[in-house]
């Protein structure tokens, strides 16, 4: 049984281009949610989507991060015009379980790291 | 803010040894949750806490949600040099946003041969 796929593993990018990571979820979850681990920091929520629906994007900044997960294929974390202060470990991390009620367990990827030059 | 605080942040230790590290807050979470991370990789589920005063053990871990909701422990007995890893704590502040953690840095633990 697959768990969390994430691609690519790891991503370089000169400032100011795209970038554009990919996360599969464990097989019959439907939650996919997004984390950034920035050096010395802890893993900071970023976004929670069901398939085709953003339901909670207070941690995404409010430019240039933008996020999907279509009813067919991965969802896709998207970052335009990168800096260099978006380098970090991207983490997705995928649920069976509407979290409505109770404890909720996220399982994580291995995650992309993103290297801006 | 850091909403969770690990101690200690880093931990060296010999093989056989017993040894408990921490994770406080001042905010109440509804679960908390415990996860290893190696080098390179993402964080592996260990353990679930939900109720306030649960105890879980998992073979040689121990983990302890404080009875307020507010902290948690977890004990390594005979530490192994295959439990090196980060250790991360994790919260969920309400059952509203239960999936939003709350990530700790986490306590880098060395266990020598």
């Known amino acids: 049984n697959a768990g969390v796929m994430q691609n690519p593993r790891h991503l370089v990018r000169r400032r100011g281009q795209e970038a554009r990571l990919r996360c599969s979820p464990m097989?019959?979850?439907?939650?996919v949610y997004w984390y950034r681990q920035l050096p010395e920091e802890g893993l900071k929520f970023m976004v929670y989507l069901q398939k085709e629906n953003i339901i909670d994007e207070s941690g995404m900044p409010k430019e240039r991060f933008s996020a999907e997960f279509p009813k067919e294929g991965p969802s896709i974390l998207r970052i335009q015009q990168v800096v260099r202060g978006d380098s970090a470990a991207y983490f997705c991390a995928s649920s069976p379980l509407q979290p409505s009620t109770g404890a909720d367990t996220q399982y994580f990827g291995p995650g992309t790291r993103l290297t801006v030059l | 803010t850091q909403l969770l605080e690990q101690s200690p942040q880093f931990l060296s230790i010999q093989e056989g040894e017993n040894l408990t590290v921490y994770c406080n807050s001042s905010?109440?979470?509804?679960?908390l949750q415990w996860y290893r991370q190696e080098p390179g990789e993402g964080p592996v589920l260990l353990v679930t806490v939900v109720t306030g005063g649960e105890v879980k053990k998992l073979k040689r871990l121990t983990f302890q949600f404080g009875d307020a909701r507010k902290d948690s422990s977890l004990h390594i007995t005979a530490a192994q040099t295959g439990d090196t890893g980060l250790y991360l704590c994790?919260?969920?502040?309400?059952?509203?946003?239960?999936?939003?953690?709350?990530f700790g840095k986490g306590t880098l633990l060395t266990v020598n041969p």
């Open positions: 905010s109440v979470f509804s679960s």
């Open positions: 097989k019959g979850h439907s939650h």
């Open positions: 994790a919260g969920a502040r309400s059952r509203g946003s239960n999936y939003k953690l709350t």
